[in-house]
């Protein structure tokens, strides 16, 4: 058999990621480095992905170390990933740097760092965020607005809530369903 390289590696692991087969996924990232094959921008997210599902924080530090130093931190896929980590593991501030580190942000994450917010109950930072997507024109989607609609409510803040719903009419999703 031939020997395999980056990209067999990579389909080998987008291939488990899909069938959520997370384990085979982190055994497949640590021999390919055994190997000496270096992972790249396709090799991260499914590596990533695996530790968030096995709650594998260590393992996910270790991914993280070499995203930095292969300086794909800034990249929207792969920074996303990263800033969906970190919210999910509650290391909020690390979530918000990594946001601030991607070049060029995708609406999920900006979402991933609301619903971290969210998830432990730190509702004026979810908020925090919402407005800080307002302020740098970024449009939110249906996510963004259900969450932060869901934020008012608990705030009991009815205030907040119409200024959350002139956004959503501004950004013409008002006759969608949320």
């Known amino acids: 058999m031939p020997e395999r390289n980056l990209t067999d590696w990579n389909s080998m692991i987008l291939g488990y990621a899909r069938i959520d087969d997370y384990v085979e996924v982190l055994q497949l990232y640590f021999l390919m480095q055994g190997l000496g094959i270096l992972p790249d921008k396709f090799t991260f997210p499914s590596v990533v992905?695996?530790?968030?599902?096995?709650?594998?924080?260590?393992?996910?530090?270790?991914?993280?170390?070499?995203?930095?130093?292969?300086?794909?931190?800034?990249?929207?896929?792969?920074?996303?990933?990263?800033?969906?980590?970190?919210?999910?593991?509650?290391?909020?501030?690390?979530?918000?740097t990594a946001l601030d580190e991607i070049d060029r942000k995708?609406?999920?994450?900006?979402?991933?760092?609301?619903?971290?917010?969210?998830?432990?109950?730190?509702?004026?930072?979810?908020?925090?965020?919402?407005?800080?997507?307002?302020?740098?024109?970024?449009?939110?989607?249906?996510?963004t607005f259900t969450s932060a609609l869901r934020v008012c409510g608990v705030l009991t803040?009815?205030?907040?809530?119409?200024?959350?719903?002139?956004?959503l009419i501004t950004c013409g999703s008002e006759g969608d369903n949320l």
């Open 157 to 167: 803040s009815l205030e907040r809530g119409k200024q959350v719903h002139a956004m």
């Open 106 to 143: 995708s609406v999920v994450s900006w979402n991933a760092v609301i619903a971290g917010y969210v998830r432990i109950l730190r509702w004026e930072e979810a908020l925090g965020v919402f407005h800080r997507m307002q302020r740098l024109s970024v449009c939110p989607d249906h996510f």
């Open 49 to 96: 992905k695996a530790c968030i599902a096995m709650e594998d924080c260590s393992g996910f530090q270790q991914v993280q170390s070499l995203v930095v130093k292969a300086r794909l931190n800034g990249n929207s896929i792969v920074g996303g990933m990263l800033v969906d980590a970190y919210a999910r593991f509650g290391w909020m501030d690390d979530a918000v």
